[in-house]
């Protein structure tokens, strides 16, 4: 029996990253898609549930019952978790710890530290980000099932309209949801931050790029 013989294929494969992402442009804080379709993405802060009193829980609560049945809208909610690098951290610690010159204190530094050095060794550091994203489908420009199929079978296919057409379009459809989610986690006194050109760009990155450079890594990130 013949064995056939695999050959490494003649051209050299230069797909990149941004090729296979759904994402064409970022434009005042809006993530335009290779579909047509967009989104706002706002990052939110934390809020500590368990160090409220019953009373507050209680109204935490309904707020946060309001704010879901206040939704008429489609909304995504994604925690991103990443290992933390404390080494800078502990550098940080070091460098303090020679200029004290309190024995006591000099001791208490001591102690935080091996205290970290342990909690380390048993558990990995982790950092927690919130984020909401608000959708906006092609079927919002009034686009058929029939154009978004054939954009979807055609990856280099632009844009099925004028890039600042899909922009304005997204905007009007966007703000006003933006701007109601903002109002109802305030009541939660959660603030919802809309992110930036470079703060998308740069959440992109980091997603598929996680590994960030020895020189970059900080704890305070």
Same mark, same amino acid.
């Not at 903002?182 to 006194?189: E, F, M, P, S």
């Given at each position: 029996?013949?064995?056939? %013989? $695999?050959?490494?294929?003649?051209?050299?494969?230069?797909?990149?990253?941004?090729? !296979? !992402?759904?994402?064409? =442009?970022?434009?005042?804080?809006?993530?335009?898609? &290779?579909?047509?379709?967009?989104?706002?993405?706002?990052?939110?802060?934390?809020?500590?549930?368990?160090? !409220?009193?019953?009373?507050?829980?209680?109204?935490?609560?309904?707020?946060?019952?309001?704010?879901?049945?206040?939704?008429?809208?489609?909304?995504?909610?994604?925690?991103?978790?990443?290992?933390?690098?404390?080494?800078?951290?502990?550098?940080?610690?070091?460098?303090?710890? *020679?200029?004290?010159?309190?024995?006591? $204190? %000099?001791?208490?530094?001591?102690?935080? /530290?091996?205290?970290?050095?342990?909690?380390?060794?048993?558990?990995?550091?982790?950092?927690? &980000?919130?984020?909401?994203?608000?959708?906006?489908? #092609?079927?919002?420009?009034?686009?058929?099932? +029939?154009?978004?199929?054939?954009?979807?079978?055609? #990856?280099?296919?632009?844009?099925?309209?004028?890039?600042?057409?899909?922009?304005? &379009?997204? *905007?009007?459809? $966007?703000? #006003?949801?933006?701007?109601?989610?903002?109002?109802?986690?305030?009541?939660?006194?959660?603030?919802? /931050?809309?992110? +930036?050109?470079?703060?998308?760009?740069? $959440?992109?990155?980091?997603? %598929?790029?996680?590994?960030?450079?020895? *020189?970059?890594? +900080?704890?305070? =990130?």
């Amino acid at each position: 029996m013949q064995i056939p %013989f $695999l050959k490494t294929p003649d051209k050299a494969l230069i797909s990149t990253t941004q090729d !296979l !992402l759904p994402v064409v =442009d970022v434009v005042d804080g809006i993530v335009i898609y &290779k579909n047509g379709g967009a989104a706002q993405i706002m990052e939110s802060t934390s809020l500590n549930f368990g160090l !409220l009193s019953e009373i507050e829980q209680r109204a935490v609560i309904a707020s946060y019952a309001g704010l879901l049945n206040s939704f008429n809208f489609p909304v995504q909610i994604v925690v991103r978790t990443q290992k933390k690098n404390i080494s800078n951290y502990m550098n940080f610690l070091d460098i303090t710890q *020679k200029k004290i010159k309190n024995e006591k $204190l %000099f001791q208490i530094m001591n102690d935080y /530290k091996n205290f970290i050095v342990d909690a380390i060794k048993k558990k990995n550091v982790l950092s927690k &980000k919130f984020y909401i994203v608000i959708p906006f489908t #092609p079927y919002e420009l009034g686009m058929g099932k +029939s154009l978004i199929s054939s954009i979807r079978t055609n #990856p280099k296919n632009p844009l099925p309209f004028p890039k600042s057409y899909v922009v304005r &379009k997204a *905007k009007i459809a $966007l703000y #006003p949801k933006r701007d109601h989610i903002i109002r109802q986690a305030g009541r939660l006194n959660i603030e919802l /931050k809309p992110l +930036s050109n470079e703060d998308l760009i740069r $959440l992109f990155y980091n997603t %598929f790029n996680p590994e960030v450079p020895i *020189k970059e890594k +900080s704890v305070f =990130d």
